[in-house]
């Protein structure tokens, strides 16, 4: 562990990849948030697959291989996309999901015809544009990590710049409308910044891994809170931290690219928050049902001894035991617990009811009565 | 035409009628997504499969495979289930863990496996004539076209058998399980055959050209039509012109045959989605457009109507009064002449008979809100036929 630190500090190559994994983790997590909030998750995948041909495109036409100009084709045809899948989806009756799977299908079959179409040409020097296709970390270098920390910086800036606009229309499009907001602008704001940070991705993790990068760590944090600041910063934070841990769990074996590792390690972060997130989590919610059970289940055998007791003069007359025999709501625990909220006492093979008992069941009784 | 070419071709357009069928389904179950989820995550099914069959076409890799790819299924279904996420995070979250793990497998064993990433997710059509049944020392044909041949002929005999209920569940899930069709039976039995698909078309012409075959010609035929024996057969004719078509292309620019039959699907929905003589782009926003004169006529009318002083029905004063712009009042002022519904006298407009009774039934119609209203004023006035 210390080694690989060590290793970090001085090895410049994995201390540009790692810096950029991490960077990348934070923008995605961040605006990933924000896809996932507005149940549009799958668009990353169409983007990420739509974006393909433009990065070819951008080569045919420019000849160029530093990763400004293609990302700069890639962001043109991801955001042609996204806006034909909105066509599809408001102008006929094709549902979302058509849309997207069209889209994403037929874009990233276009963006291979023209790759192939690239690597049959002569004079072109084509290589490294599969890199797009899979993604290579190992092929980051210190301009591309610049690039994404400008990127990451305007949008930290925007994000807060509208941070207001961006949730009031996250939560009530209608209201949001009403209140004089120009909703069209805020929406092209966040789709635009949601296709930048995944056009950003694609030389690191490649197209076909980017969706998870930039969900994961948005549904792993949208368990642990309510609130979307926190939401915002803690898919930021599990973003850099399966970014940073990929890279090196990737570093340090031969032959693991970088790109699934990543995925990976956020898959497991959210694996980890679906169980033991407070709240939410499934661990807690099945603790929380079975408290509720063992509550209902105490509760019926008071309301068992309340109608014995009522009959009698004093409501702490002993009876036996062997009475609630025919009732299979108690064991010998519940007895015990009910004693130990002063409920009832117990004595030898009898119970009686204190008045404390009686009180909270006669009081169950008039809430049953008032509810209906 | 060589024989490798008319064998692509044929190859090619068993496939796309393979994928076809189901993807109509998955299209109208509003499912379609799950077939680019099965296509990526049924990667580590066939490394395993492959590891023990040591055959990229043996049927048991073929079931293996299409197991995980149902496995899948369930998965993302446990996950929605427990409403932590939402149903397209739960298939976000899904196939690419399991893609990953299938990318890692393969990149540990690399000396081992003669198989990988770009083959699985691209494929290569061009190859699959020269990868020949062999049974006795003869030669069959291309073993892809067999297994797409026998998973094609299941996939008629399963639509023909149980058409009636697929066609029950898939509109209507309630009617299908009280009729005692059990809805679940025939979702998992669609995805086993999708996931089946999916895996036996792969190796020739790679995942996502299976899920553009699956999505593209269903999504095209649904604009075409509502009628769902119409559907199937239109997709069916979409996926095997776009395979031919698609293959002359790849042909022409010498480059990959699954990128361009993609590309040839997008094109031809892009022309059904710009031109289709009811859903398409074009005739709806046509339609948009009419329906705006169309209220705007019906507020200009009521207007009328409502006021009886001279000055809110003096011509100049209703621009202002509505609020409209010149040219779409002088518009509206004239479709009204046109069609006899209002006189102008001195610069006042009135109503005509014939605009009178057209108000007070497009009144009644506002009111009372029944389709039963506007159909009969459709005969009586059919304003824009023309």
Redesign the interface.
Known sequence: MTEYFNLLWHDYTLRTITLGTAVLGAICGMLGSFAVLRKESLLGDAISHAALPGIALAFIITGAKDSATLLLGALVSGLIGTYWIRGITSKTHLKSDTALGLILSTFFGFGMLLLTFIQKQPNANQAGLDKYLFGQAATLVESDVKLMVIVTAVSLVVLLLFWKEFKILLFDPDYTKTIGFNTKFIDVLVTFFIVLAIVLGLQTVGVVLMSAILLAPAAAARQWTNSLSTMVLLAGLVGALSGIFGTAISASQDNLSTGPVIVLVASVFVLFSLIFAPGRGLLFREIRFRNNRKDLELMKTLQFMYDIARDHENISHPHAIRILNNFQGYTKGSLKKLENEDLITLDGPDWALTQKGFDTAAEMYNQHMNNE | MSSPQIEIQIIAAVVAMACAIPGVFL?LR????I??AIS?SILPGIVIGFFITQDLNSPLLILFAAFVGVLTVVLVEY?QK?G???E??A???VF??L???G??MI??N?GDVHLD??AV??GELAFAPFDSMMIDGTDWGPKSLWIMGSILIVIISLLLLFFKELKVSTFDAGLSASLGISPVVIHYGLMSVSSITVVGAFDAVGA??V??L???P??TA??LTEDLKRMIVLSIFFGVLAAISGYWF?NW????I??????T??II?LIV?LFAPK???IS??YRQKQQQIEVSLITFLLHLNRHDEKRERHINHLREHIDWQEAKAQKVLNLALKNNLVEIENDIVFLTEKGLTFTEKSLAYIIENKHEKIDSMKDDFFLFRG
């Open positions: 299209v509003k499912m379609a997504l077939s680019d990526h996950i427990t932590l996420v939402k397209d995070t298939i976000g979250l690419p863990a893609f990953s793990i990318v890692i990149s540990k690399a990433v770009d997710l691209l996502i050209l899920v553009a699956m999505i593209a269903a999504a649904y604009l790849a620019l010498d480059a990959s699954s990128g361009s039959i993609a590309t699907l997008g929905f989605y859903k398409g782009l709806v926003l």
